[in-house]
C-alpha cells in the first residue's frame, strides 16, 4: 500500500527546508561534514566492474560447454551471420570478390545503382502510388548524384540482413510475452534497460564476445533494434478482435494454428509498425556501429568527425537521413497497405506479377549492360556533385565574421551557469543528494517508489560512478531545462497556428531523422571541445519532444473547455495560462521525460568532444574493450534515466488526478 503525505503545506515547508540547506552545504560542507560524507571513500566501494571484466575474461578464455569452448561457440555465431553480410554486400556493394585486401579482384559486378533505384520505384508503386515511388526514386537517385552511393548500398546491406534477424527475434519475444504473463514480467525490465542503457555499452561486451568487423556491429544493431518489436508484437496480438479469436476457435484450430493462420495475419498491420520501428533504430545504429568495424555511411560521419571535416560529415549525414526517408516512407506503406485478395487468374506469370517481372528484367537488363557499360553499375564520377565545400566555407565564414560574439556567449554561460551548477552538485554530500531523491520519490510516488530511486542512486554510488553521474546530471539537466525553454514556446506558438505547425513539424522531423553524430560536427566546428559544446549539441539532438508534445498535449485541450473560458471573458493569455497549459501539462511533461532520454543517450556520444561524465567511462571502456568498466557506466546512465522517468511519470499521474483527466486524455467529469 503506498504511503503518501497528503499535506500541501507540509510539503512546501520541506522543499524550501531542503532548498536552504543544500546552499548551507554548498558553502559550510567542508567545514561541518567529515570527508566520507563528502566523498564516498573507496574503500567502501562494491568491485563490480572488476567482478564483471573477471568473468567476462573466464567467459572467453577458460569456459567450455561440451566439445567446444565459449570463445568458439561466439565465433562460429559470427561466421554464420557473415556469410549472410558478405552476399549482401557484394550483392549491393562490392560485387562477388576473390582474394582478400589489397590483392581482392572484382570476378562479377554488384547491382547497377539504376537496377536498385528503379526497383525501390516499383516497390513504392506497388506499396501505394507513383507519388511515394518518386519520392523513394529520388531518395535513391540523391546518393548516387552526391557520390554517396558506394556507402549508403554497405550501409543498407547491413540494414537488410539485420532487420529481419531484429524482427523475428523480437517476433518470437513478443510471441512468448503474449502466451506467458510470467515470462512478459520477466521480459519487461530487460527492455526497459536495453532501452535506457547508452548504446556504447551494447557494444563493449558484443566487441568482445564476437571481435572487432562488421558482423559485431551487426550483431549490436540487432540488439539495439529489437525491443520495440517485443513490445509492438504483445501489443499487436493483443489488440486482435474477440471476434476473430472466437472464429478461430469455432474453426478447430489448434493453438499453433491459432497463432500463425489467425492472430498473427490479423495483427499484421501492428506488426508492421514494429517492423518500421526496427528499420529506423538500425539505421540509427550504423555510425555507432561504424567504431567497432561497420563501414558505410556510418564510418564516413565518424572519420569526419575525427578529422573536422564538416563538410563531408554533414553530406555522409544527410545521406543517412535521405536512406532513413525513403526507408520509412516504404515500410510505413506496407505497413497500411490493404492486401489484394487472391484471384483464380489462369494467365502467365508475367501478367500475375507484374511489378515483379518488371524489377526482374531491369536487373538483368541492367546487370549484363553493366557488363560493357561501366555507367550502369556506377554513377559517372563527371556528375556527380557536392556541397561539401559549401557547408566549410559557410562555417569557415561564421568563425571569421561571429567568433568574438559566439566566445562571448560560450564564455557567459560557462562562467555564470555551466560551472556553478557543476560545483554545486559536485560539492553536494551523497547522503543528503540520496534523501533528496528520496523523498521527491516519496512525495511524487509514495514508499515504493522513494525506495526504488533510492536503491538505483545506491547502485550508482557504491560502484564508484558518483562524480561521473553528478557531471551527467549537470549536463542533462542544464540541456534538458533549454530544450524546454526553446520547445515548449515553439510547441505552443505551432499548436494555434496550422500553418506554423506544418512548418515545425517539417522542422522536427529532420531533427529526429538526423544521426547523432552530425550534430557534433558544426558545433565542435564552432565552439571546440568541451562541456559547452556538448551542451548545445545534446539540446539540438533532444530539442525535438518538448516541440512535439507540447503542440500535441495543447492540441488534445477539449474545444468546449476552451469555449467555456471565452464565454467567461478569459483573454487569449488567460485561455493559455489558465486553461490550456494545465490541461496539457501531462503531455508536456510526457515530452520532457522523452528530452531527458535523449539528452542522456546523446551524452554518451558527446564523450568524444570532452566530457568527463558516465559517457566517456563507456568510451574508455569501448575503446579499452573493458567490460566492467562499461557495463557499470551503462547502468548507471540507464538507472539515471529510470529514475527521472519514474519521477516525472509519477508527477504526471498526480497531475492527471488533481485536474481530474483520465488517461486516455478524458475528463473525469
Request: with cysteine; aromatic share 10%; proline share 4%.
Amino acid at each position: 500500500m503506498s504511503v503518501r503525505i497528503h499535506s500541501s503545506n507540509g510539503w512546501k515547508i520541506f522543499w524550501i527546508a531542503a532548498l536552504v540547506i543544500s546552499f548551507l552545504l554548498y558553502f559550510f560542507a567542508d567545514d561541518w561534514l567529515p570527508r566520507e560524507a563528502l566523498k564516498y571513500p573507496s574503500g567502501w566501494q562494491l568491485p563490480l566492474k572488476n567482478n564483471i571484466s573477471a568473468f567476462m575474461n573466464w567467459l572467453i578464455e577458460d569456459a567450455t560447454f561440451g566439445l567446444f569452448t565459449f570463445k568458439e561457440f561466439t565465433r562460429s555465431i559470427a561466421w554464420l551471420l557473415e556469410i549472410p553480410l558478405e552476399f549482401a554486400t557484394s550483392l549491393f556493394a562490392t560485387g562477388l570478390m576473390s582474394g582478400q585486401g589489397s590483392s581482392a579482384v572484382q570476378i562479377l559486378p554488384p547491382l547497377s545503382w539504376l537496377a536498385v533505384l528503379v526497383v525501390v520505384f516499383i516497390m513504392g508503386r506497388y506499396a501505394r502510388d507513383y507519388t511515394l515511388a518518386l519520392l523513394v526514386g529520388g531518395c535513391f537517385f540523391y546518393l548516387a548524384l552526391f557520390g554517396q552511393w558506394q556507402s549508403a548500398m554497405v550501409t543498407l546491406s547491413s540494414i537488410i540482413i539485420a532487420v529481419p534477424f531484429g524482427v523475428a527475434g523480437g517476433l518470437l519475444l513478443g510471441i512468448a510475452g503474449f502466451r506467458w504473463r510470467s515470462f512478459e514480467r520477466v521480459i519487461t525490465p530487460v527492455l526497459d534497460l536495453m532501452q535506457t542503457i547508452p548504446i556504447f555499452a551494447y557494444l563493449v561486451p558484443i566487441l568482445f564476445l564476437f571481435g572487432f568487423g562488421p558482423v559485431a556491429a551487426m550483431i549490436g544493431t540487432i540488439i539495439y533494434a529489437m525491443p520495440p518489436m517485443v513490445r509492438v508484437t504483445m501489443l499487436a496480438l493483443r489488440s486482435v478482435p474477440e471476434e476473430v479469436v472466437e472464429f478461430g476457435h469455432m474453426a478447430g484450430c489448434s493453438r499453433r494454428q491459432m497463432m500463425w493462420k489467425v492472430l498473427i495475419p490479423s495483427a499484421a498491420p501492428g506488426l508492421m509498425v514494429g517492423v518500421n520501428q526496427v528499420i529506423m533504430l538500425s539505421l540509427n545504429m550504423v555510425i555507432i556501429a561504424s567504431m567497432i568495424g561497420a563501414g558505410g555511411l556510418g564510418y564516413d560521419v565518424l572519420a569526419s568527425l575525427r578529422r573536422l571535416d564538416i563538410g563531408a560529415g554533414i553530406e555522409a549525414g544527410v545521406a543517412i537521413v535521405v536512406l532513413a526517408i525513403a526507408l520509412d516512407r516504404l515500410s510505413q506503406a506496407y505497413a497500411v497497405r490493404t492486401p489484394v485478395a487472391a484471384t483464380h487468374d489462369t494467365g502467365n506469370v508475367v501478367s500475375r506479377h507484374p511489378y515483379t517481372t518488371i524489377a526482374l528484367a531491369v536487373i538483368v537488363i541492367t546487370y549484363l549492360g553493366g557488363l560493357v557499360l561501366p555507367a550502369l553499375v556506377e554513377f559517372p564520377k563527371g556528375l556527380q556533385i557536392t556541397t561539401g565545400s559549401f557547408w566549410s566555407s559557410l562555417v569557415g565564414w561564421i568563425n571569421v565574421n561571429f567568433f568574438d560574439t559566439l566566445e562571448t556567449i560560450k564564455t557567459a554561460l560557462l562562467l555564470n551557469v555551466l560551472i556553478p551548477v557543476k560545483r554545486f552538485l559536485l560539492a553536494m554530500p551523497w547522503a543528503w543528494v540520496i534523501f533528496l531523491v528520496a523523498s521527491a520519490g516519496l512525495y511524487l510516488g509514495g514508499i515504493r517508489l522513494a525506495i526504488l530511486v533510492a536503491l538505483l542512486a545506491g547502485f550508482i554510488l557504491v560502484t564508484g560512478q558518483w562524480t561521473y553521474a553528478m557531471i551527467t546530471v549537470y549536463l542533462c539537466g542544464i540541456s534538458v531545462i533549454i530544450a524546454a525553454m526553446i520547445g515548449i514556446p515553439i510547441g505552443v506558438l505551432a499548436a494555434g497556428n496550422e500553418r506554423v505547425f506544418r512548418v515545425v513539424q517539417g522542422f522536427v522531423d529532420t531533427l529526429q531523422t538526423l544521426p547523432s553524430f552530425v550534430y557534433l560536427i558544426p558545433v565542435v566546428m564552432l565552439f571546440r571541445v568541451g562541456d559547452f559544446s556538448a551542451m548545445i549539441a545534446v539540446v539540438a539532438y533532444a530539442l525535438a519532444p518538448a516541440i512535439r508534445y507540447t503542440a500535441h498535449g495543447l492540441k488534445q485541450v477539449s474545444t468546449e473547455l476552451v469555449e467555456a473560458g471565452v464565454v467567461s471573458g478569459c483573454t487569449r493569455r488567460q485561455l493559455l495560462f489558465k486553461i490550456r497549459l494545465p490541461l496539457a501539462m501531462p503531455e508536456i511533461m510526457l515530452g520532457i521525460n522523452q528530452t531527458i532520454m535523449l539528452a542522456l543517450s546523446m551524452l554518451v556520444i558527446t564523450a568524444l568532444v570532452g566530457t568527463r561524465d558516465l559517457g566517456q567511462q563507456v568510451y574508455i571502456a569501448l575503446t579499452k574493450a573493458d567490460t566492467g568498466r562499461g557495463i557499470v557506466a551503462g547502468l548507471s546512465v540507464a538507472f539515471i534515466a529510470i529514475i527521472a522517468d519514474r519521477l516525472i511519470a509519477a508527477g504526471s499521474a498526480r497531475v492527471r488526478q488533481r485536474l481530474g483527466i483520465a488517461a486516455d486524455g478524458t475528463r473525469n467529469d
